[in-house]
Nanobody, 129 residues
């Protein structure tokens, strides 16, 4: 069983930055695929970014809407994944969820929430204009 706990959300003005953290339990954290999704008011949960496990090193993927502004990183020693969000926009307002997947993911499948195994409780990010 894996438990995920997000932190770092809050209220920020447009153009500002926030860093979200997701602390994970589990003995094999370094083998997990880790990702961030978000869900805005009245919207479906959408893929934001993922860092996918591979023996040659993790690869990162981003939704087009956040590419160049958001960065996902992980610290395996701390069992934590981070989401650095820069140049925030009001449309980034959402609840942000950390997710972990133990199975293999591809660029076609990582965007599907149903294929991720574990979820955090979410942290609210509000960007004011």
């Amino acid at each position: 069983q894996v438990q995920l706990v997000e932190s770092g959300g809050g209220l920020v003005q447009a153009g500002g930055s926030l860093r979200l953290s997701c602390a994970a339990s589990g003995r094999t954290f370094s083998n997990y695929n880790m990702g961030w999704f978000r869900q805005g008011p009245g919207k479906e949960r959408e893929f934001v970014t993922a860092i996918v496990f591979s023996w040659s090193g993790g690869s990162t993927y981003y939704a087009d809407s956040v590419k160049g502004r958001f960065t996902i990183t992980r610290d395996n020693a701390k069992k934590t994944v981070y989401l650095q969000m820069n140049s925030l926009k009001p449309k980034d307002t959402a609840i942000y969820y950390c997710a972990a997947a133990t199975s293999r993911l591809t660029t076609a499948t990582m965007t599907r929430p149903s294929l991720w195994d574990y979820w955090g409780q979410g942290t609210q990010v509000t960007v004011s204009s």
